[in-house]
């Protein structure tokens, strides 16, 4: 039996392998394998393609959303790490990165629901909590500091929203982009330097900070951990790249607690073989996904993920974006309870799923104790029951989508 992974890197390696191998033997020919040139030209290569000011290599996603928050609580209080009385309002239905990244920089998580048809943050939601906190404020010592949207399987947040409830209640915004390399908002209310309003305006540029992950399945994805920090603050990036290198602009004495986060020179390398490749497999992934949306459109007992071409949200807080969505995931949802049946009937013939996330964040042990919430989670605890990933490989053959499709209509139809 033909297996048809999620994802099948040894296919991409091959489709790039020139520009690849080129790239490495650089690495090996030069040997700066601390900071060498490969890492700068990425961090100018990604802040153009992005339209920011600063780009900065990580190590990781998640070293990129800690690194984020850390320069945020030196910059906005003027010490090392936010007080637990420091609220962050982020989404439950994220990698634990997202909430793991506040709680080291020692402020709270605040889980806010999400959106039941992006499986994005409920704007709404997030008013909604700035409100009721906001009269209660004499009670109450919290003090809410900021927002991260994740822009879940590659789908934007209604950056529109976010964007103008942060300008309200002062907070910083930093985008969770570890989906959503290269994905766009459309009509941003403030464009980006150089872009007129309208126009569409790429993730990672519309907040504070941006943090990216170049973990080897992410759309841009390196041959190890990797990610990247975004911003137009000039001191937040000054900030950024102090601590990702031992807290100080010299690391023999330094000024900050830092952490080595650096991103290798050689990963830097990979990485910008690979972004030569990156709007097209954007695109790739797009033309697949239109084929599953056309295909399962008629399978009732499943649905789709949404792709409209409006902006604003409705009276549920629902939000749409017009190609904005770059499927990092193409993931559906299955009604009715059938969602693992489903998923062992797909093993069964040989096509790998994933299930992201089996658990929200407030169910894990890391956050018991240690967040906040507005209302119930109960989106956010149906998601993880119904969602499904598909296998969406930009290479993919039309054959492996076909057969994904029968399997999947076969099985209702039995
Ligand atoms: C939404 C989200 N945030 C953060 C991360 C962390 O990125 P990394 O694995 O590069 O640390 C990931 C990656 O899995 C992610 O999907």
């Given at each position: 039996?033909?297996?048809?992974?999620?994802?099948?890197?040894?296919?991409?390696?091959?489709?790039?392998?020139?520009?690849?191998?080129?790239?490495?033997?650089?690495?090996?020919?030069?040997?700066?394998?601390?900071?060498?040139?490969?890492?700068?030209?990425?961090?100018?290569?990604?802040?153009?393609?992005?339209?920011?000011?600063?780009?900065?290599?990580?190590?990781?996603?998640?070293?990129?959303?800690?690194?984020?928050?850390?320069?945020?609580?030196?910059?906005?209080?003027?010490?090392?790490?936010?007080?637990?009385?420091?609220?962050?309002?982020?989404?439950?239905?994220?990698?634990?990165?997202?909430?793991?990244?506040?709680?080291?920089?020692?402020?709270?998580?605040?889980?806010?629901?999400?959106?039941?048809?992006?499986?994005?943050?409920?704007?709404?939601?997030?008013?909604?909590?700035?409100?009721?906190?906001?009269?209660?404020?004499?009670?109450?010592?919290?003090?809410?500091?900021?927002?991260?949207?994740?822009?879940?399987?590659?789908?934007s947040?209604?950056?529109?929203?976010?964007?103008?409830?942060?300008?309200?209640?002062?907070?910083?915004?930093?985008?969770?982009?570890?989906?959503?390399?290269?994905?766009t908002w459309n009509g941003?209310?403030?464009?980006?330097?150089?872009?007129?309003?309208?126009?569409r305006?790429?993730?990672?540029?519309?907040?504070?900070?941006?943090?990216?992950?170049?973990?080897?399945?992410?759309?841009?994805?390196?041959?190890?951990?990797?990610?990247?920090?975004?911003?137009?603050?000039?001191?937040?990036?000054?900030?950024?790249?102090?601590?990702?290198?031992?807290?100080?602009?010299?690391?023999?004495?330094?000024?900050?607690?830092?952490?080595?986060?650096?991103?290798?020179?050689?990963?830097?390398?990979?990485?910008?073989?690979?972004?030569?490749?990156?709007?097209?497999?954007?695109?790739?992934?797009?033309?697949?996904?239109?084929?599953?949306?056309?295909?399962?459109?008629?399978?009732?007992?499943?649905?789709?993920?949404v792709n409209c071409s409006t902006t604003?949200?409705?009276?549920?807080?629902?939000s749409r974006n017009h190609d904005g969505h770059?499927?990092?995931?193409?993931?559906?949802?299955?009604?009715?309870?059938?969602?693992?049946?489903?998923?062992?009937?797909?093993?069964?013939?040989?096509?790998?799923?994933?299930?992201?996330?089996?658990?929200?964040?407030?169910?894990?042990?890391?956050?018991?104790?240690?967040?906040?919430?507005?209302?119930?989670?109960?989106?956010?605890?149906?998601?993880?029951?119904?969602?499904?990933?598909?296998?969406?490989?930009?290479?993919?053959?039309?054959?492996?989508?076909?057969?994904?499709?029968?399997?999947?209509?076969?099985?209702?139809?039995?």
């Amino acid at each position: 039996m033909k297996q048809i992974p999620m994802l099948d890197l040894q296919l991409e390696y091959q489709y790039m392998k020139t520009d690849i191998d080129t790239a490495i033997k650089r690495c090996l020919d030069h040997q700066k394998w601390i900071l060498g040139p490969e890492v700068k030209e990425l961090e100018d290569t990604i802040a153009k393609f992005l339209g920011v000011k600063h780009c900065i290599g990580a190590s990781s996603g998640t070293e990129a959303l800690v690194l984020s928050l850390r320069a945020l609580a030196i910059k906005l209080k003027g010490q090392e790490y936010f007080d637990e009385t420091d609220e962050i309002i982020t989404t439950p239905f994220t990698f634990t990165a997202t909430g793991d990244a506040i709680l080291r920089a020692g402020a709270t998580p605040v889980f806010v629901d999400i959106d039941p048809a992006t499986y994005n943050i409920n704007p709404i939601k997030t008013r909604e909590y700035l409100t009721q906190n906001l009269k209660l404020k004499t009670q109450n010592s919290s003090n809410i500091v900021g927002i991260i949207p994740v822009h879940l399987y590659g789908q934007s947040c209604n950056m529109d929203e976010i964007m103008k409830i942060a300008r309200e209640y002062n907070l910083f915004v930093l985008e969770d982009v570890a989906q959503a390399f290269g994905g766009t908002w459309n009509g941003p209310t403030v464009p980006a330097v150089g872009l007129s309003k309208g126009s569409r305006q790429k993730l990672g540029s519309f907040g504070t900070t941006g943090a990216f992950s170049f973990f080897p399945s992410k759309n841009l994805g390196g041959f190890g951990d990797g990610g990247m920090v975004s911003t137009n603050d000039d001191e937040l990036a000054e900030l950024m790249g102090m601590l990702l290198k031992h807290g100080g602009k010299d690391k023999y004495n330094v000024d900050h607690i830092g952490y080595n986060a650096r991103l290798d020179t050689l990963q830097a390398a990979i990485l910008l073989a690979k972004f030569k490749y990156i709007d097209e497999f954007n695109e790739r992934r797009r033309k697949i996904a239109e084929i599953y949306n056309r295909e399962l459109s008629n399978v009732s007992g499943i649905v789709l993920p949404v792709n409209c071409s409006t902006t604003q949200p409705d009276d549920k807080g629902t939000s749409r974006n017009h190609d904005g969505h770059v499927y990092h995931q193409y993931t559906i949802r299955i009604l009715n309870k059938r969602r693992d049946a489903l998923q062992k009937h797909l093993k069964e013939k040989g096509i790998d799923t994933m299930v992201y996330y089996p658990v929200p964040l407030h169910k894990m042990r890391v956050f018991d104790g240690r967040y906040k919430m507005n209302g119930d989670l109960t989106e956010s605890e149906k998601a993880v029951r119904e969602v499904l990933s598909l296998p969406m490989e930009p290479l993919m053959s039309e054959e492996a989508i076909s057969c994904i499709i029968h399997t999947i209509k076969k099985f209702y139809h039995e």
